[in-house]
Every structure is written in structure tokens, then in C-alpha cells.
């Protein structure tokens, strides 16, 4: 449970003069940030988290380290898979015993890992230790057998709405939210929340993973028929079941919990005055609420003595004048932030489709061939001179802006109206199957370059570590360049030109 807070007045949305542009951006942003799943996340377990993924670039404090990311990226894109090979009939289950269907699907994860470059002992490792449990649980109750070319099942569906409503005492209050599903499964009306974390003997889901699926369903709830594909206008995703699912236990999740609705007034408190609040007690505030202590730090987070306590060395000496330069800077960068990147995901949704293209934001296609992770697209809105070779690109190839698949593309080749884009194929798990449904869709897909915002995040990611670099023995802060240059700029050393 996130550090209490009072619950806004009113989220702040961009107006529509700064929805069409009209608006000169600069300075502090005349609009609340359009958070993520993982931005609730971070403000739950801690602000500081919420801190530091906001103003430092850094990631989700949840998810460790990147070892463990990696592992659970492959866990997720190999189910992903697999399941879509079963469902179109490439790989098959139902003629073979229990053990030989095991080792059948051991031999497939093997060579699935090997092709993204793990090696062949910690490809064994993740079978041991994620895949097997899981695999032997889905086979042993039937899950992956009963898996049919009739079965609608959905992978990383990216979903958001700009209004997602909480109640509020009498009433309710709207936020923006965005996050990415790993399974809407129709056919079997569940939500579906896959993570590596967790123990054989757990009796509840990992910390917040609950929470987080619960995020993503209130959105899918909040939508209306019209934000949806058509072939869904008929599903009440109030319905669904929750599940979080570990590679040792499925677990449900509750639709009604008055802790989780607490918790959310309160993250958006964390995260709308850190990023637009001109409090000067807020950041104070931020750290007095601290999740942990360096002599009791907190056991889930991945932050803890790599950002929040870090070593404090000796050198340079003017490390207090640094660290007070570069403060203002990690909000100027949020800022620009906010400008390009979440003003941009507040217009894909505020904005009509018309205006989207005529502003240029998206451009329209049809989709007219799928192989080798290579798709083929026909411009349909005359839009194709605003589209250059080599750029990247997300295309939605089925589903709608606020619920569908978002691809990453480079446009490769244009001949006419037609683009070649190689996309993440091969690395999401996707189908033909999956690709043809845009064919049975009356909207065609969209294509939108999206602001390279990440690249601001890295730069304050850049400044935090220079910010916490140092030494500890004064004859390496005399010979390491950058130490020397540090305390030139910040501190009492002069700079001279040349060797002396």
C-alpha cells in the first residue's frame, strides 16, 4: 500500500487548444502526465520508486534487475508461442502421452531460447526453474491440449483510456491510464497476468501483481463499444475472471477491493505532484515516505542501495554543488516529456480519427502480406510523403488505439503506396493467425510514429549516474579525468589546457 495522500480535486487534461497544437509548448506543461500501469505500481510500493522513474528515467523498481527481465521476457514470448502454434495447428499435443508431450515442448522452448541468443546452460536453467513447473501444471489440467483453432485468444494487448473512472466517496474520479495485457482469453472469458516471481509454497500472488491486473481490466471496463473492435461489441469484460499465474500457481483475483481503489486516488496524488508540482516541500515529502530505510530496506524492490542508497564516495568533493545543478535539469527533461510523448498519447485518444490524420499523427493502411517478419502495407489517406525509408514506426494491425496490438516497425522500402516494414515478429511470438484479423475488420489499421521519448529518459539516467560517480582513494580522484573535470566545473579545481 502506497504512503497515504489526499486524492485530487480534478486530473488535469490538455485542453483543445493544446490537443490541435495551437498551444506554444513550453515551460511547465499546461496538463497532468498520462501515466502507466507501471507508474501505479512504483507509486504503491513506494514514491520514491514513482520518484525515480519519473524524474531519473528509472524502470519498473519491481522488476529487478536486468538478468531477471531478461528471463521473464523469454518466459512470456515463448507461452505467447506456443500457444498461437497450437492454435493453428503447426504443434500438436493430443496424440502423445504426458511425458513425451513434456519433452516435445522442452526441445521447442530449447530452441526458441537459442535463436534470442541464450546459451544452452541458462536456457536450461529457465526451463528448470519457469517453463517445466508451468508447462507441467497447463498439461496436467488440460489447459494446453484443449487449445483449438476456434479459440480467441489475444497476446500483449496494449489498452487505455484517457477517462477511467474510480469511486470517490459520493462520486468517482476519472484518470488516464495505459498498460499491456499478456492474455485476453474470450473463449474462456479470463484476464490473464504472467510473471517468473513467486514460490512453490506461495498462497498469494507476487506483491502488486494482483493489483496490476486489476488496473488493466478497470481500463478494458472503462471502454465504450465504439472504442472497441467491432468483433467485441458484444463482450462485457465486467464479466471476465482475473487470474495471475506464476509458474507454480494460478491465483484469482477479487473484482471488489476497496484497498485497491484507496491505493489509486493515492498513486495519482504521488505522481501529479511530482511531476508538475511547484511545491517545494513535495520531494521532501517524497523521501519522508520512504518505503524502507538503508538498515531495513524494502524486500521487493530493485532500486534499493543502486539508486535510493547509494555508496557515497569521498570524491569528487563537490559533489553537493552537483548534485543541486543537476537537480532542475531531471525535471526539464520530464517536461519535454510530457510535451511530446504524453500529449501524444492524449491526442490518439481525444482526438477524432479524421483529425488524427489530418494532423498527420497516424496515416491509414491495408494490410496485404505477412511473411518473414516482413509485413506489406497499402497506404490508403494519401499520406505516404510524410513516411521516409528507415524510420520506426508502430503499426496496430487489429484492435483499435485504445485496445489492440501495437507493433514496433523500420519501414524498409516504399514503392508507390506501399510500405515494406520489418517488424518484432519473430520476437513477440506472433502469427500469420494473428495478423490476418485486420482482414476481417471494417477499420483499417493505423500507423503512427511515436515521440522517441525514452531517449529523454535515458539522458536523466545518464545524469543521475554521473551525478552518483566517484572514488574513494584521493590518488585515483588526481588521475581520473572525469573526477578532475567534475571538480573543475563544480568545485574549487582550475582547468588548464594541455598535459600539465
Given at each position: 500500500?502506497?504512503?497515504?495522500r489526499?486524492?485530487?480535486?480534478?486530473w488535469?487534461?490538455?485542453?483543445?487548444?493544446?490537443?490541435?497544437?495551437?498551444?506554444?509548448?513550453s515551460g511547465?506543461p499546461?496538463?497532468?502526465?498520462?501515466?502507466?500501469?507501471?507508474?501505479?505500481?512504483?507509486a504503491?510500493?513506494?514514491?520514491?520508486?514513482?520518484?525515480?522513474?519519473?524524474?531519473?528515467?528509472?524502470?519498473?523498481?519491481?522488476?529487478?534487475?536486468?538478468?531477471?527481465?531478461?528471463?521473464?521476457?523469454?518466459?512470456?514470448?515463448?507461452?505467447?508461442h506456443?500457444?498461437l502454434?497450437l492454435?493453428?495447428?503447426?504443434?500438436?499435443l493430443?496424440s502423445?502421452?504426458?511425458?513425451?508431450?513434456?519433452?516435445?515442448?522442452?526441445?521447442?522452448?530449447?530452441h526458441?531460447?537459442q535463436?534470442?541468443?541464450?546459451?544452452?546452460d541458462e536456457s536450461?536453467?529457465?526451463?528448470?526453474?519457469?517453463v517445466?513447473?508451468?508447462?507441467?501444471?497447463?498439461?496436467e489440467s488440460?489447459?494446453?491440449?484443449?487449445?483449438s483453432?476456434d479459440?480467441?485468444?489475444?497476446?500483449?494487448l496494449?489498452?487505455?483510456?484517457?477517462?477511467v473512472?474510480f469511486?470517490?466517496?459520493?462520486?468517482e474520479?476519472?484518470?488516464?491510464?495505459?498498460?499491456r495485457?499478456?492474455?485476453v482469453?474470450?473463449?474462456?472469458?479470463?484476464?490473464?497476468?504472467?510473471?517468473?516471481?513467486?514460490?512453490?509454497?506461495?498462497?498469494?500472488?507476487?506483491?502488486?501483481?494482483?493489483?496490476q491486473?486489476?488496473?488493466?481490466?478497470?481500463?478494458?471496463?472503462?471502454?465504450e463499444?465504439?472504442?472497441l473492435?467491432?468483433?467485441w461489441?458484444?463482450?462485457?469484460?465486467?464479466?471476465f475472471?482475473?487470474?495471475?499465474?506464476?509458474?507454480?500457481a494460478?491465483?484469482?483475483?477479487?473484482?471488489d477491493?476497496s484497498d485497491?481503489?484507496?491505493?489509486?486516488?493515492?498513486?495519482?496524488?504521488?505522481?501529479?505532484?511530482?511531476?508538475?508540482?511547484?511545491?517545494?516541500?513535495?520531494?521532501?515529502?517524497?523521501?519522508?515516505?520512504?518505503?524502507?530505510?538503508?538498515?531495513?530496506?524494502?524486500?521487493?524492490?530493485g532500486?534499493k542501495?543502486?539508486?535510493?542508497?547509494?555508496?557515497?564516495?569521498?570524491?569528487?568533493?563537490?559533489?553537493?554543488?552537483?548534485?543541486?545543478?543537476?537537480?532542475?535539469?531531471y525535471r526539464l527533461?520530464?517536461?519535454?516529456?510530457?510535451?511530446?510523448?504524453?500529449?501524444?498519447?492524449?491526442?490518439l485518444l481525444?482526438l477524432?480519427?479524421?483529425?488524427?490524420?489530418?494532423?498527420?499523427?497516424?496515416?491509414e493502411s491495408?494490410?496485404?502480406?505477412?511473411?518473414?517478419?516482413?509485413?506489406?502495407?497499402?497506404?490508403?489517406?494519401?499520406?505516404i510523403?510524410?513516411?521516409?525509408?528507415?524510420?520506426?514506426?508502430?503499426?496496430?494491425?487489429?484492435?483499435?488505439?485504445?485496445?489492440?496490438?501495437?507493433?514496433?516497425a523500420?519501414l524498409?522500402?516504399?514503392?508507390?503506396n506501399?510500405?515494406?516494414?520489418?517488424?518484432?515478429?519473430?520476437?513477440?511470438?506472433l502469427?500469420d493467425?494473428?495478423?490476418?484479423?485486420?482482414?476481417?475488420?471494417?477499420?483499417?489499421?493505423?500507423?503512427m510514429?511515436?515521440?522517441?521519448?525514452?531517449?529523454?529518459q535515458?539522458?536523466?539516467d545518464?545524469?543521475?549516474r554521473?551525478?552518483?560517480?566517484?572514488?574513494?582513494?584521493p590518488?585515483?580522484?588526481?588521475?581520473?579525468s572525469?573526477i578532475?573535470l567534475?571538480?573543475?566545473?563544480?568545485?574549487?579545481?582550475r582547468?588548464r589546457?594541455?598535459?600539465?
Amino acid at each position: 500500500m502506497t504512503a497515504e495522500r489526499e486524492p485530487l480535486a480534478r486530473w488535469r487534461y490538455p485542453t483543445r487548444e493544446t490537443l490541435v497544437g495551437n498551444v506554444f509548448p513550453s515551460g511547465k506543461p499546461p496538463l497532468g502526465p498520462f501515466p502507466t500501469v507501471s507508474n501505479l505500481l512504483n507509486a504503491n510500493l513506494c514514491p520514491v520508486a514513482a520518484y525515480h522513474e519519473l524524474l531519473h528515467g528509472i524502470g519498473n523498481a519491481l522488476i529487478g534487475q536486468y538478468p531477471s527481465e531478461r528471463r521473464g521476457d523469454l518466459f512470456q514470448k515463448f507461452i505467447t508461442h506456443l500457444k498461437l502454434l497450437l492454435r493453428n495447428g503447426t504443434f500438436q499435443l493430443s496424440s502423445y502421452d504426458a511425458q513425451a508431450q513434456l519433452g516435445m515442448i522442452q526441445d521447442l522452448f530449447l530452441h526458441f531460447s537459442q535463436r534470442r541468443q541464450f546459451s544452452v546452460d541458462e536456457s536450461s536453467d529457465i526451463w528448470r526453474l519457469y517453463v517445466s513447473p508451468w508447462v507441467s501444471r497447463e498439461l496436467e489440467s488440460g489447459e494446453l491440449q484443449s487449445i483449438s483453432k476456434d479459440d480467441q485468444i489475444f497476446f500483449e494487448l496494449s489498452v487505455s483510456n484517457v477517462r477511467v473512472p474510480f469511486p470517490l466517496k459520493s462520486g468517482e474520479r476519472n484518470y488516464p491510464l495505459r498498460g499491456r495485457i499478456d492474455e485476453v482469453d474470450l473463449t474462456r472469458k479470463r484476464i490473464i497476468e504472467r510473471t517468473i516471481k513467486g514460490e512453490p509454497s506461495d498462497t498469494s500472488p507476487p506483491l502488486l501483481k494482483d493489483y496490476q491486473i486489476w488496473l488493466l481490466w478497470k481500463i478494458l471496463c472503462s471502454l465504450e463499444t465504439s472504442q472497441l473492435s467491432q468483433q467485441w461489441s458484444s463482450v462485457s469484460f465486467r464479466d471476465f475472471d482475473l487470474v495471475v499465474k506464476t509458474p507454480y500457481a494460478d491465483f484469482a483475483v477479487s473484482h471488489d477491493n476497496s484497498d485497491y481503489i484507496n491505493d489509486t486516488h493515492c498513486a495519482y496524488s504521488w505522481i501529479n505532484d511530482i511531476s508538475i508540482s511547484e511545491s517545494p516541500g513535495v520531494f521532501r515529502e517524497v523521501f519522508e515516505n520512504a518505503a524502507c530505510t538503508p538498515i531495513d530496506p524494502h524486500p521487493e524492490c530493485g532500486h534499493k542501495f543502486l539508486i535510493c542508497f547509494p555508496h557515497n564516495y569521498p570524491y569528487p568533493q563537490s559533489r553537493p554543488e552537483i548534485k543541486q545543478t543537476f537537480k532542475p535539469w531531471y525535471r526539464l527533461l520530464l517536461w519535454e516529456q510530457l510535451w511530446e510523448g504524453h500529449l501524444f498519447q492524449y491526442q490518439l485518444l481525444m482526438l477524432s480519427r479524421d483529425e488524427l490524420k489530418d494532423f498527420g499523427l497516424i496515416s491509414e493502411s491495408k494490410i496485404l502480406s505477412f511473411a518473414d517478419n516482413k509485413i506489406e502495407l497499402e497506404v490508403t489517406d494519401e499520406k505516404i510523403r510524410s513516411i521516409r525509408g528507415y524510420d520506426n514506426y508502430t503499426i496496430v494491425p487489429f484492435g483499435t488505439l485504445f485496445c489492440g496490438k501495437k507493433i514496433n516497425a523500420t519501414l524498409v522500402g516504399t514503392s508507390g503506396n506501399r510500405l515494406t516494414m520489418q517488424i518484432e515478429g519473430g520476437e513477440n511470438g506472433l502469427s500469420d493467425e494473428a495478423l490476418l484479423l485486420p482482414l476481417q475488420s471494417d477499420a483499417a489499421p493505423p500507423i503512427m510514429r511515436e515521440p522517441p521519448i525514452y531517449l529523454k529518459q535515458q539522458t536523466q539516467d545518464a545524469l543521475l549516474r554521473l551525478q552518483n560517480s566517484g572514488v574513494v582513494k584521493p590518488e585515483s580522484a588526481r588521475t581520473k579525468s572525469q573526477i578532475q573535470l567534475l571538480e573543475g566545473i563544480f568545485g574549487m579545481r582550475r582547468l588548464r589546457r594541455g598535459s600539465r
